[in-house]
């Protein structure tokens, strides 16, 4: 099974998303899958994104199958999780006041792919993600949180420190390169 990797943002999430995705390589070898707070209104972020992504970008579809090296963000209004290797939208109720949140797509790719699992919590307020985070920690994954120290709204990565063990706690501009080796590291051992 291919590594995936569950990104959640909320406050200041788009232009750190954009910082993230930027530094990711056209070879990226695992899905991306992207949580951000952005409500029930049109979302663009997939075009904002695919201005400074090499790797495509979408607005993930219902019953959609996962392609390794494209990057799949939850539309308005829809929580975004994994079953069985395919994407599924719900209306599910709305978790930390929205949907889409972030805890539903990290609790639903720690099922699916326990220990292939990599959960990033990026920049954002409250504590959106921490119990997402935790499963896919308890279910052998990684656990990545944006250092406080660049994030504009720290209280979701500050949230996910302090109660989960986490395995990196790293500032922004060096995710991609981490994600690229935690990736590329299970891609050469399955080859």
Excluded at 5 to 28: N, R, W, Y
Excluded at 45 to 74: C, F, K, N, Q
Excluded at 183 to 189: I, K, L, N, S
């Amino acid at each position: 099974m291919a590594r995936i990797v569950a990104i959640g943002a909320s406050q200041g999430g788009v232009e750190a998303l954009h910082a993230l995705i930027s530094g990711l390589p056209a070879d990226f070898p695992a899905t991306i899958l992207i949580a951000v707070h952005i409500g029930a209104g049109p979302s663009l972020l997939p075009s904002i994104l695919s201005d400074v992504s090499t790797l495509p970008v979408s607005h993930a579809r219902d019953g959609e199958e996962m392609e390794p090296g494209h990057i799949y963000v939850a539309p308005a209004d829809r929580h975004l999780l994994v079953n069985d290797g395919r994407l599924e939208l719900s209306r599910g109720p709305r978790e930390n006041w929205t949907r889409p949140a972030i805890d539903p797509l990290f609790r639903s790719a720690a099922e699916a792919h326990r220990k292939d699992a990599i959960g990033v919590v990026l920049t954002g307020r409250l504590n959106d993600g921490t119990a997402g985070l935790y499963e896919i920690k308890r279910r052998g994954g990684v656990a990545i949180v944006q250092d406080l120290a660049d994030a504009e709204a720290p209280s979701m990565p500050e949230s996910a420190l302090a109660n989960v063990e986490v395995d990196f706690c790293v500032l922004l501009r060096d995710i991609p390169g981490l994600l690229v080796r935690l990736t590329r590291d299970v891609a050469d051992t399955r080859a």
